[in-house]
Structure formats: C-alpha cells, structure tokens
C-alpha cells in the first residue's frame, strides 16, 4: 500500500513495480518475434545496462537500455546466436528497427524487405575456402493488396486480422495463431529481462521450477 500519486496513476510506465518501463511497453512486443522465428521458447541467458540518462523528473524506470540475450537449443551452448535490444528516449532518431542478420543477408521487418546484405560473398568466401551465401533480394510485400488509409493502416488491419482469429477460435476451439505458450514465452523473456537490469548481474531461467535464476539464486524482484 501507498498514497495516492496522481503522476503515478497517469506515467505508471515510469515506476516500478507499476512497469519496468522500456522492457515491459517495448521490448516484450519485439522479443515475441524472434522467438516466433526460431521456434525458441526463451532465451538461456540476459544481460542489460542503461539507465536515466536524460530524463531527470523524478522517474524510476530507465530511458535507455541495451539488453544482450543469448539464444539457440537449451541443451547445446556450442550453437546460438546474439539478439541485441537497444531503446533510448533521449533521441528519436532510427525510429523503431528489427533487423534479423545472417551470413547469407539481412531480413529488414522495417523496409519488409530481404537483402544480400552482409551477406557472404563470392570474393570473401573463396579467400576462407567456404561457399558464397548470398540471399536474393525480395520484398515481403510482393502479393500483399495495400490499400490507401495513411500510414496506421498496416498496424490496424493486422490487430483486427488477430482480434477476428482470436475470436473464431474462441468459437470453434481451435488454437489462435499467437496462443498461450507464444505469451508465456515472451513473459518469461521480459522477467529475465528485468532481472539483469535490477541486479546488474546475467540472468538466467530454470525450466523445472519455472524461475529466474541470477547467482545462483531465484530471483523475486526488487
């Protein structure tokens, strides 16, 4: 219990434990995607640094973070890759990025495009006795009917597509397209998430007792 705080009713995304801010408006959206490409529930660890940099009025929530998470099968650390989350509110430049990276290109969710960038090339590849790995360029709104409701449009056609498949599957019992486990999955990213930025410390998850692990020890938050 605490007193009232009418700035806490209204900001509650700059106070804990009403938000952790960054992680819990941003992020946990975002995160939800790799993890709908890789078939990965979670990642194996997490690591953050940031904090208020520009805002100060009083806020507890970070406005910049950088948080490092470690992904690929549970059982095998010799294979993985990186994901890096990077926010800041002290500059709007960029605007909001996802770029997915490979030695065969970039997949670009910001443009909807897919490229040979980065990519291994012909003269690369021969110099380290490989294969060149070279995608072909291709946008993934080849085929998708646009249509001319400004630029919203996009974000509100696919929110009422899930709202309609969650509503067909709540009558007819089948799974939605982002069911329970899509949710659980991505929560569990965030609370790791969270961990690492309250301890300063990598976070880890251990699947038999459903709880974040940080030294050793279970994590309840501070």
């Not at 806490?8 to 946990?28: A, C, H, N, T």
């Not at 990077?86 to 065969?104: F, I, P």
């Not at 021969?126 to 449009?153: F, Q, Y």
């Not at 991505?186 to 969270?194: K, Q």
Request: net charge negative.
């Amino acid at each position: 219990m605490v007193d009232f705080d009418p700035r806490k009713y209204v900001e509650f995304r700059l106070f804990w434990p009403y938000s952790s801010g960054i992680p819990d408006q941003w992020m946990v959206h975002q995160i939800d995607t790799v993890h709908w490409f890789t078939n990965l529930p979670r990642p194996r660890s997490v690591v953050a640094n940031g904090g208020i940099y520009l805002w100060k009025d009083g806020r507890q929530n970070w406005d910049t973070l950088t948080a490092v998470f470690d992904y690929g099968p549970l059982n095998d650390p010799t294979k993985g890759f990186q994901v890096i989350y990077s926010s800041r509110q002290t500059n709007s430049a960029g605007d909001v990025k996802e770029l997915y990276r490979s030695n065969a290109g970039t997949l670009d969710l910001d443009q909807n495009l897919i490229s040979p960038d980065g990519g291994l090339a012909v003269e690369s590849a021969k110099a380290m006795g490989m294969k060149a790995n070279i995608l072909t360029p291709h946008s993934l709104l080849e085929g998708v009917v646009t249509t001319d409701k400004g630029a919203h449009a996009g974000v509100d056609e696919a929110t009422s597509a899930n709202m309609k498949n969650w509503m067909e599957c709540v009558r007819s019992g089948k799974t939605p397209n982002a069911n329970i486990e899509a949710g659980y999955n991505h929560s569990v990213a965030l609370c790791m998430t969270i961990a690492a930025m309250q301890t300063g410390q990598r976070a880890t998850f251990d699947d038999e007792k459903q709880e974040v692990i940080v030294s050793g020890k279970i994590w309840t938050g501070a």
